[in-house]
């Protein structure tokens, strides 16, 4: 009877070891990058989510098509689309998406060829067309709204082909609720981004080719040009607006045909430009940064998205980068890489959405999520945090 209890005992014993250990394990954290193929098109570009859906509106311009992307509600995947033709005609050049504040729930769109601005509401339903609200017929002498941004009470659109008139390039603003107040500034070739200081409330405009950055003051209708130095970069794309610790408007520089140089900048309410580089040498130094995002968190504090592109070159990567900073915000102090599976992909924007991050591939008319399990974004563990050492033995 005793050997009996004994031997109950050892069994528990182990059973209780065995179920220690595993109560002890580890649980294994992932990030994991999927791609959606979209309707085959040569030119996948700007996209944006519908406020208070599972949507998204995504644009391909080679045929002026609009996609509609169901989102699941849980796991923000991708699940389906449905495609809809947007313009006079397949060479409309559908290309601005953007949510408006001012009209809950409805989207506005640019058309580069025809030269119109649209507010459609996008539907409830994924087979829904898309209805057209408002037209707005961009005045001569401007021509070729690129992308598209509602600010305040304004739409506004980079005029990014030049003027059949004077040649020229210029950034387009309207009222949104009064479609006879409109203006045209002037500006160097070509507009891209939009951004409002949160601050100043100066509007501050990215130029591509001539690689500048215009201010315009609303009040009195002066501009001023804010060149890039060429001994930091060149190529002024991306631009957003934040609040907070980053409060002021950043921007990117794309590159040229050589490679980018890793650079970003930043200008606050003093309206003065501040770079900031990257610093891995491989992934890093030679990125070309197309777009930027803001992906601060309460937890893990102020922090940016950026995606360098191939577009301009095959010497910079397609990649998809998280930036943090000093307490000052004056450096970066953290910066965590994610390849994109598919290189020379050219990819294009990117958007964070409340856990996932999409990435638009304009060359090969794909849609990318980047997913976290058991952590987040910024919490993963770089290699260089274990080792420096460069290996000089391949086996």
Same mark, same amino acid.
């Given at each position: 009877?005793?050997?009996?209890?004994?031997?109950?005992?050892?069994?528990?014993?182990?059973?209780?070891?065995?179920?220690? !250990?595993?109560? +002890?394990?580890?649980?294994?954290?992932?990030?994991?990058?999927?791609?959606?193929?979209?309707?085959?098109?040569?030119?996948?570009?700007?996209?944006?989510?519908?406020?208070?859906?599972?949507?998204?509106?995504?644009?391909?311009?080679?045929?002026?098509?609009?996609?509609? #992307?169901?989102?699941?509600?849980?796991?923000?995947?991708?699940? %389906?689309?449905?495609?809809?033709?947007?313009?006079?005609?397949?060479?409309?050049?559908?290309?601005?998406?953007?949510?408006?504040?001012?009209?809950?729930?409805?989207?506005?769109?640019?058309?580069?060829?025809?030269?119109?601005?649209?507010?459609?509401?996008?539907?409830?339903?994924?087979?829904?067309?898309?209805?057209?609200?408002?037209?707005?017929?961009?005045?001569?002498?401007?021509?070729?709204?690129?992308?598209?941004?509602?600010?305040?009470?304004?739409?506004?659109?980079?005029?990014?082909?030049?003027?059949?008139?004077?040649?020229? /390039? /210029?950034?387009?603003?309207?009222?949104?609720?009064?479609?006879?107040?409109?203006?045209? /500034?002037?500006?160097? !070739?070509?507009?891209?981004?939009?951004?409002?200081?949160?601050?100043?409330?100066?509007? /501050?405009?990215?130029?591509?080719?001539?690689?500048? #950055?215009?201010? #315009?003051?609303?009040?009195?209708?002066?501009?001023?040009?804010?060149?890039?130095?060429?001994?930091?970069?060149?190529?002024?794309?991306?631009?957003? *607006? !934040?609040?907070?610790?980053? *409060?002021?408007?950043?921007?990117?520089? %794309?590159?040229?045909?050589?490679?980018?140089?890793?650079?970003?900048?930043?200008?606050?309410?003093?309206?003065?430009?501040?770079?900031?580089?990257?610093?891995?040498?491989?992934?890093?130094?030679?990125?070309?940064?197309?777009?930027?995002?803001?992906?601060?968190?309460?937890?893990?504090?102020?922090?940016?998205?950026?995606?360098?592109?191939?577009?301009?070159?095959?010497?910079?990567?397609?990649?998809?980068?998280?930036?943090?900073?000093?307490?000052?915000?004056?450096?970066? +102090?953290?910066?965590?890489?994610?390849?994109?599976?598919?290189?020379?992909?050219?990819?294009?924007?990117?958007?964070?959405?409340?856990?996932?991050?999409?990435? *638009?591939?304009?060359?090969?008319?794909?849609?990318?999520?980047?997913?976290?399990?058991?952590?987040?974004?910024?919490?993963?563990?770089?290699?260089?945090?274990?080792?420096?050492?460069?290996?000089?033995?391949?086996?």
């Amino acid at each position: 009877m005793l050997h009996h209890i004994c031997k109950l005992f050892v069994v528990a014993l182990a059973l209780g070891a065995t179920v220690s !250990a595993q109560n +002890s394990a580890t649980s294994l954290v992932s990030r994991r990058i999927t791609e959606y193929l979209l309707p085959a098109a040569t030119e996948t570009h700007e996209f944006a989510r519908v406020p208070n859906s599972n949507f998204v509106l995504l644009s391909q311009m080679s045929d002026s098509e609009l996609i509609k #992307i169901e989102l699941d509600p849980k796991t923000e995947e991708p699940v %389906a689309f449905h495609s809809f033709p947007m313009g006079k005609n397949s060479s409309s050049q559908l290309h601005g998406v953007w949510p408006s504040t001012v009209y809950p729930g409805m989207m506005w769109l640019s058309l580069q060829a025809d030269n119109q601005l649209l507010l459609v509401d996008p539907g409830k339903n994924l087979t829904t067309p898309p209805t057209i609200l408002q037209t707005i017929d961009i005045p001569a002498p401007g021509n070729g709204p690129h992308c598209v941004f509602e600010i305040g009470n304004r739409v506004w659109a980079g005029l990014k082909v030049a003027s059949k008139q004077t040649g020229g /390039y /210029y950034v387009f603003s309207v009222d949104i609720t009064d479609s006879s107040d409109q203006k045209l /500034y002037e500006c160097l !070739a070509s507009p891209v981004f939009i951004k409002e200081d949160p601050t100043t409330r100066l509007i /501050y405009v990215t130029q591509d080719t001539d690689s500048s #950055i215009m201010r #315009i003051d609303t009040t009195t209708g002066e501009t001023t040009q804010l060149p890039i130095p060429p001994s930091v970069g060149n190529n002024a794309v991306g631009m957003i *607006s !934040a609040d907070g610790p980053l *409060s002021g408007v950043w921007f990117t520089l %794309a590159g040229n045909k050589t490679g980018g140089t890793g650079t970003f900048g930043h200008i606050g309410s003093d309206g003065k430009m501040e770079f900031f580089s990257l610093k891995h040498p491989m992934l890093g130094a030679n990125a070309g940064l197309l777009h930027i995002a803001d992906a601060s968190t309460v937890a893990g504090g102020p922090a940016l998205w950026l995606l360098s592109t191939s577009l301009l070159s095959d010497n910079s990567p397609d990649a998809l980068i998280r930036v943090t900073f000093d307490a000052g915000i004056t450096s970066v +102090s953290g910066e965590e890489y994610i390849s994109m599976p598919t290189q020379n992909a050219k990819v294009h924007r990117v958007l964070p959405l409340d856990s996932t991050v999409l990435v *638009s591939e304009l060359h090969t008319f794909t849609l990318a999520q980047l997913s976290y399990n058991n952590t987040v974004a910024g919490q993963w563990l770089p290699a260089e945090s274990v080792s420096n050492a460069t290996y000089t033995q391949p086996g």
